[in-house]
């Protein structure tokens, strides 16, 4: 079969495992990718989290292979594919982490590579989600075809998710307990006729002068939202009929084929939801929305009244006993207390400042019963 890779006509370009799934997503993705890197929006804090708690998961399940070893990408790609060779060849290494392979222009480095007692291997792919995305298959497929045709002998490519009902028990994470690998061996099988066609088409983009001309769509958030996103769409204005709370695809398809973009321009006989009808009124007249028991709702409320705000975070790798992964556990508290009309408010609050849970049973009794019914509602919401 011809080289996939001649499609480039004896360019150099290489497509990563990433870059590949990029292209998956969106073939003008990987084009800027490749050629204008610099057009991408910078990771936010909270996207640079996500990717360290992936880091942490990933390190979490090299503990399932004691004695692996990690191929170390200091010397390059080409010596960091030498590397995994040489372990490749060593009987004595049961596993090896970050393993690089190349071929036809196509990179990838694998999570974990174990080796059987047959002297076959076992491909994993860690991931930090809770179940099985239709992404990981491609992800795992592109390592399938990669590793295999570097000539080493694949028994079964896998993928090692979190167990979303894994409970912490104290001591020391149990990646057996943390992790659920299934074979994804079949499945991959069956996408090859599709990775063929989708690493042909990525070559095929990569060689081109511009970037392809791609309509803006699901792709652009899905499965993840694309760093380029602003520069494909246009932002819109506050007014726009994308806006009204749940409004359906379908529902805004036919406002644009009357040319209506604005909640200003819906006419009164558009069929809307009630929430949507009443969102459409507000913008329309410029005055908010109460509903008709809220004066009802306020006047049987009794003092003292608390004003309660609270932040949590969701770790994948459970830190205290009893915890599950990815549990809502709040680490910081503010209240506010009216003791009754015209009174200054009192105002409590908490922010851990150790590495503990935080259980300060010193602090006053208004402060520890507010954090009570703060960790009861919290509760009950979740």
């Not at 480095?109 to 491909?123: A, E, P, Y």
């Not at 239709?134 to 028994?155: F, K, M, N, P, T």
């Not at 694309?226 to 007014?239: G, K, S, W, Y």
């Not at 084929?257 to 069929?271: A, E, K, N």
Request: charged fraction near 25%; include cysteine.
């Amino acid at each position: 079969m011809q080289r996939i890779s001649n499609v480039l006509s004896g360019s150099s370009l290489t497509i990563s495992k990433s870059k590949y799934i990029a292209g998956v997503q969106c073939l003008k993705r990987l084009y800027l990718q490749v050629h204008e890197p610099e057009l991408s929006a910078e990771p936010d804090a909270s996207a640079q989290a996500v990717m360290e708690q992936g880091r942490e998961v990933g390190l979490l399940a090299r503990r399932l292979f004691p004695g692996g070893v990690e191929v170390c990408g200091d010397g390059g790609l080409e010596q960091a594919i030498r590397t995994t060779q040489e372990l490749i060849a060593n009987p004595e290494v049961p596993a090896i982490f970050e393993g690089a392979f190349e071929n036809q222009g196509v990179v990838v480095k694998t999570d974990i590579l174990q080796r059987r007692k047959d002297n076959r291997w076992r491909l994993i792919e860690v991931k930090s989600t809770t179940d099985l995305k239709d992404q990981h298959l491609d992800d795992v497929a592109i390592q399938s075809r990669v590793v295999s045709r570097s000539g080493v002998d694949l028994a079964s490519s896998c993928l090692a998710h979190v167990n979303r009902n894994y409970v912490f028990d104290g001591g020391r994470i149990d990646p057996w307990r943390f992790f659920r690998i299934k074979n994804l061996t079949r499945r991959v099988d069956k996408l090859k006729p599709k990775l063929i066609f989708q690493l042909q088409a990525e070559f095929a983009v990569l060689a081109m002068l511009k970037a392809p001309d791609i309509a803006t769509g699901r792709q652009c958030t899905k499965p993840v939202t694309c760093e380029f996103f602003d520069r494909c769409n246009t932002p819109r204005p506050d007014d726009h009929v994308g806006y009204l709370p749940l409004i359906h695809a379908s529902a805004m398809e036919e406002l644009e084929d009357m040319g209506i973009l604005s909640i200003h321009d819906i006419p009164d006989d558009f069929l809307l939801t009630e929430r949507q009808g009443r969102a459409c009124t507000s913008v329309q007249t410029g005055e908010p929305w109460f509903s008709d028991d809220l004066g009802i709702e306020l006047q049987s409320l009794q003092y003292p009244l608390y004003f309660m705000d609270f932040e949590s975070v969701n770790p994948a790798i459970p830190r205290f006993v009893g915890m599950r992964p990815y549990q809502q556990i709040p680490f910081q508290w503010s209240v506010h207390v009216l003791r009754e009309p015209g009174a200054e408010p009192e105002h409590h609050e908490f922010l851990p400042d150790g590495v503990g849970d935080g259980a300060d049973r010193s602090r006053n009794t208004v402060v520890q019963s507010t954090y009570g019914t703060i960790l009861a509602l919290f509760d009950l919401a979740i």
